[in-house]
């Protein structure tokens, strides 16, 4: 049986600045904070950093006709804040807002719609020097870059996502510090999760006062947590905390100004003054859409002996002791990242989070791939793997959205094999490859694959 996706679906590929751009020191780029961690020894995989990455900087037309011949009707994209702001104060950098410029130009004409996030993960260093996210004085900056961001191209570009994954920004730059800025302090996580929230929000108006017919949304990184010991307090307690932490926090924000009441007594002093009085109204806005970045579920189970209580992880200060370790069954067909392989979890997902928000009014899957050893024969990259992966997460969610799960769009992540952040490059995540020698791109048969699904909008 053909499963097919309702006409209209937005068929895409992402990627982000830092992670194929490279081109880092030309035309007046400020420093950002991922050139600073992946410079400091023992951060990054083999020392990697993004001087070079791709070199979509200055490839990006050939970028371009990969995609027009993928067939794809979206790109995204993200900004690099140090390009347009290379101090993270007002002094603007032309060149930087004319690179921009011909990208999005380039893919007009190509007939491919660009999708802009902001903010993914490059921060100007000039920023972090005064706290970075941990900082409160980050939201007017961001607003004002965002409104900049609005001014000079929102003309062309109408679908904007303000920030990706702010619980990657908060909790693995400030507290468990395997991403840049590589802090480990509880309290500094909390209140960049808080100041993320904000952001958003005030990035939202800022573009919607000169833009406001844009549609504005977020990009959450967001699982399931599947409890396996339904009789164990601990379980269920560290269940909810995480899908708080994890699922609610920018999303109550946003709808409610709130944050969930539990997660914050966890937190207790932790928190203290992190939130002030009438913050509920800066933090609620009109939100367009999710974005949703999915890659694999979670699982709960009860401590075995050598389990400690997760604060000590230095992750989130939860002192629930568990066991979050791969199933058995699913532990033999791990992903190069070692993560699980879960594809009913995109469907289950999307479901629950529009049972539980029915008034966020569509989501997008801004991010969903995986990273698996490729091997180049005859210069083809056959990625059986990937293929499959791509195949199972697209069918679980075509039978949401044939349910009725108002999601939109399904962006691949990602376009080129690049920059895999802490792991380097060693970890290879695109549908297209990159030889890091000759900087070749080569579609993989992953590629082929979703050209297919896109032409015949189903599978
Ligand atoms: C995305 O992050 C990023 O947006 C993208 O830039 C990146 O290249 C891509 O995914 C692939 O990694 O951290 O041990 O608790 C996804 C980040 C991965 C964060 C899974 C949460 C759970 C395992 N997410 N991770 S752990």
């Known amino acids: 049986m053909t499963q097919h996706f309702p006409d209209n679906f937005l068929w ?40 070079v990455a791709c070199d979509h900087y200055n490839r990006f037309a050939e970028d371009i006709e990969i995609m027009k011949d993928l067939g794809v009707k979206a790109y995204r994209f993200s900004i ?24 999005i130009d380039a893919l007009i004409a190509a007939d ?27 939201v007017d900056a961001f607003a004002k870059y965002a409104k900049a961001c609005a001014e000079a191209f929102g003309d062309r570009v109408s679908n904007w996502i303000t920030l990706n994954e702010p619980w990657c920004v908060s909790w693995l730059g400030y507290s468990n510090g395997v991403h840049a800025p590589g802090k480990k302090d509880f309290s500094l996580a909390i209140a960049a999760a808080h100041h993320t929230a904000l952001s958003h929000a005030a990035a939202s108006r ?30 269920l307690a560290f269940a909810q905390l995480s899908d708080e932490n994890l699922n609610r926090w920018w999303i109550d ?57 997760y604060i000590e992880g230095g992750f989130m200060p939860f002192p629930q002791r568990v066991d979050t370790s791969a199933p058995a069954d699913l532990a ?39 990273s698996y050893e490729d091997v180049v024969l005859n210069g083809e990259i056959n990625d059986v793997e990937r293929t499959d992966y791509l195949n199972r997460h697209l069918e679980s969610l075509q039978k949401a959205v044939a349910d009725g799960v108002p999601v939109k769009g399904y962006f691949a992540w990602s376009l080129l094999d690049n920059f895999e952040w802490a792991e380097g490059y060693a970890k290879r ?12 791109r080569t579609p993989k048969s992953s590629a082929k694959r979703f050209k297919e699904i896109v032409s015949t909008n189903g599978l």
């Open 429 to 440: 995540f695109g549908i297209v490859y990159v030889d890091y020698q000759t900087l070749k």
């Open 206 to 235: 800022a573009i919607k006062s000169v833009r406001p017919s844009a549609q504005v949304g977020i990009t959450l990184n967001m699982t399931n947590n599947n409890i396996e010991d339904h009789n164990d307090p601990e379980v």
């Open 80 to 103: 690099a804040w140090p390009r347009l702001f290379p101090a993270g104060d007002d002094v603007r950098e032309e060149r930087g807002f004319a690179f921009y410029n011909r990208l």
């Open 112 to 138: 491919i719609e660009p999708m802009v996030t902001l903010y993914h993960w490059d921060l100007p260093q000039a920023l972090e020097d005064k706290g970075g996210w941990a900082n409160r004085s980050i």
């Open 12 to 51: 895409g590929t992402a990627t982000a600045s830092y992670q194929i751009e490279g081109a880092s020191d030309v035309d007046g780029r400020g420093v950002s904070i991922w050139d600073t961690f992946s410079k400091t020894p023992g951060k990054v995989v083999n020392g990697d950093t993004g001087d």
């Open 253 to 309: 924000a946003f709808l409610t100004g709130k944050y969930p009441q539990n997660l914050l007594d966890t937190y207790g002093d932790l928190q203290k003054d992190v939130i002030k009085a009438g913050d509920a109204d800066l933090l609620k806005v009109q939100t367009d859409f999710l974005g949703i970045n999915y890659y694999a579920d979670g699982f709960v189970r009860s401590a075995r002996p050598e389990d400690k209580p």
């Open 332 to 370: 033999n067909s791990l992903t190069a990242m070692g993560w699980v392989v879960t594809p009913h979890g995109l469907g289950n997902l999307v479901t629950r989070v529009h049972k539980t928000w029915p008034e966020i009014p569509y989501l997008m899957i801004t991010e969903n791939g995986s």
